[in-house]
């Protein structure tokens, strides 16, 4: 083949692969920082080098970063859209709108180079507006280098100094950090207080900070031997300079970096077998020390079963650390408050943890996939929590169907696909991306089967992992584990607030058969399973499945026989169900006995006959 035929075949196949979305491809940055923290007046000097890959097909002449701590000013969108939203988040309520200029936080980039090359920028809130003099060319790489100071805020939402339990600092979302760039452009959205998004690549990071504070961070601690305070073999005495002693934390593969600071914690170290290192650092407490004693076994165990059930864990270490307001998940880490009962610190530290499956390695874009990030990570921390506290009466997921069905049933319920950001009140954000986003996941099993769900789960770790996926590659992972097409119900549950509500409408007994006449109410179509219940105590389970999944599901039952009906059109309203026994042989006809869809009316489910048992009706 001659290099010029061989040139047009490339061409060609590069324009064809651009014209159906091109390639999948990811921005990439490699951070080195260097910090130096003023404890007393809750600020610190920043020096940033920052190489960043451009991966993408387009030239870009603009980059923005994130100055999350300007957040934090009165007057600023997170202050206004917490004062005026109908139902504010209590932990902000409006309490930035009363930071004095000591408590306020703010980021003050004070110089930017490119190449070495001085560059102009613009703040705008909480973004950084950069106009670059030249271009970053498809596949080029950059070095940005970037001075700041930065003032910690009082502590409101997540980041800042002297949180409720008295922990001194807790740095999240504290460096200027750059914008994610992707197939759908940037993302430089202002923060209100809601969801993130970043660059994967590595950190280096280098804090010098009060010889007598302990550190817990992202990543692994280079330089533990002259550190002391419990990390490393502590061979080598601290040797503090000014005071202070320099912490150095490397995390490779991230899209974040967070910190967090007190002269008064406890370190504790767990190394788990064939699992990473675990860090606890809380403050003594006598009436929750107890509980902080006996997590470490209880979050290795955790660990064990979701590495086991969603993807290993692929870090060599993982941090628990008392901070923040309530709970947050970072690479490697999590900042939560620690005065709980078990269960509670427990829960937390199990919610927070397996974001680092649906977060840390499988990181979406939470703004607008907020339900694959805090769904998902629901529906393993329920499955976990029912391992960890097991409890036969208890229903991992049920409370997340009530939340769904609640907020539904007073028709404040928004499509999925809205931004984080613009949900119309917090408890719709709240219900959307934690309940609905659990129950879509859980309610894919009552679709595709739970095995077939499953292991798609474990499918979706492996291929996308380090990545971030959408709505979409998900799936296609579920269409390909499961043979069945499946946008009809993405498209029905994630992109509307549309409602299912099926119903056992009539039953009508022929001389040695009997019709089930079935009937959709809702708008949205699902396949629909039926129990039948004789009153010789056997039992008949039907699965209907719709004709647009070209597919069905199968199931293993001990109790009773498993039996695939004919697909059900979601044109159609109606469904007839025909039975081959007598109608006086029937004792109850049920929708759906095991719940798991969401259905938002339980009370048509379920016709008993006369003289039939009422052995479901504790479902109903």
């Not at 491809?25 to 007046?41: A, F, L």
């Amino acid at each position: 083949m001659n290099r010029i035929l061989l040139l047009v075949i490339l061409v060609g196949v590069a324009f064809s692969a651009n014209a159906k979305g091109g390639p999948y491809w990811q921005q990439e940055v490699d951070y080195q920082m260097w910090i130096d923290v003023n404890t007393e007046q809750h600020q610190y000097s920043g020096t940033q080098k920052l190489v960043y890959k451009n991966n993408s097909p387009d030239e870009l002449n603009q980059v923005f970063y994130h100055l999350y701590f300007n957040a934090f000013q009165p007057g600023s969108m997170m202050d206004v859209r917490s004062r005026t939203i109908e139902d504010p988040d209590p932990r902000v309520g409006d309490r930035i709108s009363k930071l004095s200029k000591s408590e306020e936080g703010w980021i003050r980039v004070k110089e930017l180079k490119m190449n070495g090359k001085v560059i102009s920028f613009k703040e705008v809130g909480t973004i950084l507006e950069v106009q670059l003099d030249k271009p970053i060319p498809a596949g080029g790489k950059v070095t940005f280098e970037m001075t700041w100071d930065a003032q910690v805020p009082l502590q409101i939402r997540r980041s800042g100094w002297n949180n409720k339990e008295g922990i001194e600092l807790s740095m999240a979302q504290w460096y200027p950090k750059m914008c994610e760039y992707d197939h759908e452009g940037w993302h430089s959205n202002p923060y209100v207080g809601r969801e993130f998004h970043g660059v994967w690549g590595d950190f280096d990071v280098s804090i010098s900070i009060d010889e007598d504070f302990v550190l817990g961070a992202t990543g692994e601690l280079r330089n533990a031997d002259q550190i002391g305070h419990g990390y490393g073999t502590e061979r080598a005495k601290p040797q503090p300079t000014n005071g202070k002693l320099t912490w150095r934390w490397v995390a490779e593969n991230v899209h974040d970096f967070v910190w967090a600071a007190d002269p008064d914690y406890i370190h504790r170290v767990e190394k788990m077998e064939n699992g990473p290192t675990f860090h606890f650092l809380y403050q003594d407490n006598p009436e929750f020390n107890d509980n902080w004693d006996v997590l470490p076994e209880y979050t290795m165990k955790a660990f064990a079963f979701m590495s086991e059930n969603f993807g290993k864990y692929p870090y060599p270490v993982y941090s628990v650390i008392q901070g923040g307001d309530g709970g947050m998940e970072y690479p490697m880490a999590t900042l939560i408050t620690g005065h709980r009962n078990l269960r509670s610190l427990v829960s937390v530290t199990v919610h927070e943890a397996a974001h680092s499956w649906y977060h840390g390695v499988l990181a979406t874009n939470e703004s607008l996939y907020e339900w694959m990030d805090e769904g998902f990570t629901s529906f393993a921390t329920s499955e976990t929590m029912a391992t960890l506290f097991v409890d036969p009466t208890r229903e991992p997921h049920a409370s997340s169907y009530q939340s769904y069905l609640g907020l539904a049933r007073a028709g404040k319920d928004e499509a999925l696909s809205t931004h984080a950001d613009h949900y119309n009140t917090n408890r719709a954000y709240g219900t959307a991306a934690y309940s609905k986003g659990e129950v879509l996941l859980t309610q894919l099993g009552y679709i595709i089967g739970e095995k077939n769900r499953d292991q798609g789960l474990l499918n979706y770790f492996d291929e996308w992992k380090f990545k971030h996926p959408t709505p979409t590659t998900f799936k296609r992972v579920m269409e390909k584990q499961s043979g069945m097409e499946l946008d009809w119900y993405f498209q029905y549950f994630e992109q509307t607030a549309l409602t299912i509500d099926y119903a056992v409408s009539s039953v009508v007994g022929m001389d040695n058969t009997t019709d089930v006449i079935l009937e959709r109410i809702g708008r949205v179509p699902m396949p629909v399973d039926v129990l039948v219940i004789m009153k010789d105590g056997s039992q008949l389970y039907y699965t209907i499945p719709l004709e647009i999944m070209r597919g069905e599901k199968d199931m293993k039952m001990d109790d009773a026989t498993f039996i695939i009906a004919d697909d059900w059109s979601w044109t159609h309203p109606q469904y007839k169900l025909e039975l081959e026994a007598n109608a006086s042989q029937i004792s109850a006809i049920i929708i759906d006995p095991y719940q798991q869809s969401a259905d938002i009316d339980r009370s048509n489910n379920m016709i008993e006959m006369p003289d039939g048992s009422s052995l479901y009706l504790k479902n109903n």
